[in-house]
């Protein structure tokens, strides 16, 4: 079974730059996720998927960040315009419903 | 809201010794808890997860933890380390309630495996 498929997995931009990060889920997963890591914490949910509707996005960023699932299956997070602070690590996770989160390996954004 | 709490940033243990990783949790309601191990550069991958069954889980690469509602606790625990142990371990509870299943994952612990 092929597991949750994130791209880039590197980006470097300069701060006030866009940037986009592209999440592919486990074939037949409705729920996804996205998560920010900051470097020595543990991530944070920035936003929940339900088919192609939210179900969580309280602690996303509205005025800078923003997602989409358009057809319920890959999903799209973009960052406009970037700050300093957006550096950290954008886990992608897709589950069954309750069931288990698997994650993808991660975009490493690094904001110069 | 709720939240855990991981005591102790870095563990180092020396290959063969007992590996005991704490985490404490908050919840108003019978948490779900989960256990991830992320090395350099991957994603998180799962250990092992409580759900209300049987209080010792058994995840995988040997390790276990308890969940103990006394003392507010999910411990894991590994009887003997091995090299390839060494990474970052996160304890996380699962959000309750509705369709919002949101994991609030503590800071992690780095488990340093000494030959």
């Known amino acids: 079974e092929a597991g949750v498929a994130q791209s880039p997995r590197y980006k470097i931009i300069e701060k006030r730059q866009s940037v986009a990060f592209w999440c592919n889920p486990i074939?037949?997963?409705?729920?996804l996720y996205w998560y920010q890591q900051i470097l020595g914490q543990g991530p944070k949910l920035l936003i929940q998927f339900q088919n192609n509707g939210v179900v969580d996005d309280s602690q996303l960023p509205k005025d800078r960040f923003s997602a989409e699932r358009l057809k319920g299956v890959d999903s799209t997070l973009k960052i406009q315009p970037a700050k300093l602070e957006d550096s950290a690590v954008y886990l992608c996770?897709?589950?069954?419903?309750?069931?288990?989160?698997?994650f993808g390996p991660g975009t490493r954004l690094t904001v110069l | 809201a709720q939240s855990v709490t991981q005591l102790g940033s870095h563990v180092s243990v020396s290959e063969g010794a007992l590996v005991l990783l704490r985490c404490n949790y908050s919840?108003?309601?019978?948490?779900?808890l989960f256990w991830y191990v992320q090395y350099p550069n991957q994603g998180l991958q799962l250990l092992l997860k409580?759900?209300?069954?049987?209080?010792l889980v058994k995840g995988i690469n040997g390790f276990e933890a308890e969940f103990k509602k006394s003392e507010t606790s999910f411990h894991l625990t590994k009887p003997s380390a091995h090299m390839s142990d060494a990474a970052e371990y996160f304890c996380a509870v699962r959000h309750s309630g509705g369709s919002n299943y949101k994991l609030t994952f503590g800071k992690g612990t780095l488990l340093t495996v000494n030959p």
């Open positions: 409580y759900t209300s069954a049987a209080t």
């Open positions: 919840s108003s309601v019978p948490p779900y």
């Open positions: 996770a897709s589950s069954f419903s309750a069931d288990t989160q698997y």
């Open positions: 074939s037949g997963h409705a729920t």
